[in-house]
């Protein structure tokens, strides 16, 4: 399985997509004009990825500053095709600056819908 890593640009985040280093990370902001078809190879390699059987620790970083509410849509869906994969060991981590209350009831949102991930928040 090949990684990817797409750099940042002005309206879509760098994606860390490693299969060697078992990491997924969303970095920056996320509103591209259409956000399924930016999203559907990532989508595509997180299935793969989680129908493996392999019981490597995964880290998922997400540190999006800014996201739309077509992102927030692929996010739930990321985090489903997660929670109904493979079972692994794993560790989801949600990046927020103390100051933005929007990132952390995104937060409180998606944790309440998927409590079985244990996504930890992480101050920065």
């Not at 399985?1 to 299969?19: F, G, R, W």
């Amino acid at each position: 399985m090949n990684s990817i890593n797409i750099k940042q640009e002005l309206d879509t985040p760098h994606v860390t997509l490693s299969y060697e280093d078992s990491l997924i990370e969303f970095i920056g902001k996320s509103y591209p004009d259409n956000a399924f078809t930016f999203y559907e190879p990532i989508i595509k390699w997180i299935t793969q990825y989680f129908n493996e059987e392999s019981q490597t620790h995964t880290t998922i970083n997400i540190k999006l500053i800014y996201f739309n509410s077509s992102t927030n849509q692929i996010l739930y869906n990321i985090l489903d095709i997660v929670n109904n994969g493979v079972s692994k060991p794993l560790q989801i981590n949600w990046y927020y600056h103390e100051e933005d209350e929007d990132s952390l009831e995104d937060y409180e949102d998606i944790a309440e819908e998927f409590p079985d991930l244990n996504i930890q928040t992480i101050i920065y």
